[in-house]
C-alpha cells in the first residue's frame, strides 16, 4: 500500500485527476505482468458523512498494489530506478510504503 499527500498548492481535484486519469495507467502498464490488482483510493469531502470530519487529513489518497508473491513485488521494485518515481514526486508532497499482509473475514454477521 502506498500513502500519498499531494503537492504543496495543489487542489484535491487537479490530485486526483492526475492520479486517475494518467499516473494510475502509467503504474499499470509499467509493473505489468507483475501487478495483479491496482486499487487507487482518493480522498473526498466527508462533511456530509456522519462522525466527526477531520480538520487536516495526513494523506490524500492511498494505492493498493496486489503481487501474487514476493517475487512478483521484486520484479517491480528491485529493477532499478523506477519510470513512474519522477512524476509522484512532481505531484506529492510526500509518499510512503506500507507492506500489509491481508486477513480477510468472510463471516461478519457474527455466523461461522
Known amino acids: 500500500m502506498w500513502f500519498l499527500k499531494r503537492a504543496d ?3 484535491l481535484e487537479a490530485f486526483r485527476d492526475w492520479w486517475l486519469s494518467r499516473h494510475a495507467h502509467d ?3 509499467h509493473q505489468a505482468p507483475h501487478l495483479l490488482r491496482y486499487v487507487v483510493n482518493v480522498r473526498r469531502d466527508d462533511s456530509g458523512l456522519g462522525g466527526r470530519p477531520a ?3 495526513e494523506w490524500d489518497g492511498v494505492a493498493e498494489q496486489w503481487f501474487a508473491d514476493e517475487a ?3 520484479a517491480v521494485y528491485d529493477g532499478g530506478p523506477s ?3 519522477g512524476d509522484t514526486l512532481a505531484h506529492t508532497s510526500r509518499f510512503a510504503r506500507l507492506v500489509v499482509t ?3 473475514f468472510t463471516s461478519l454477521n457474527g455466523a461461522s
Do not use: I, K, L, Q
Open 9 to 11: 498548492g495543489m487542489s
Open 72 to 74: 512478483a513485488y521484486n
Open 27 to 29: 503504474v499499470a502498464r
Open 83 to 85: 519510470p513512474t518515481r
Open 102 to 104: 491481508e486477513h480477510e
Open 55 to 57: 480538520d487536516d487529513h
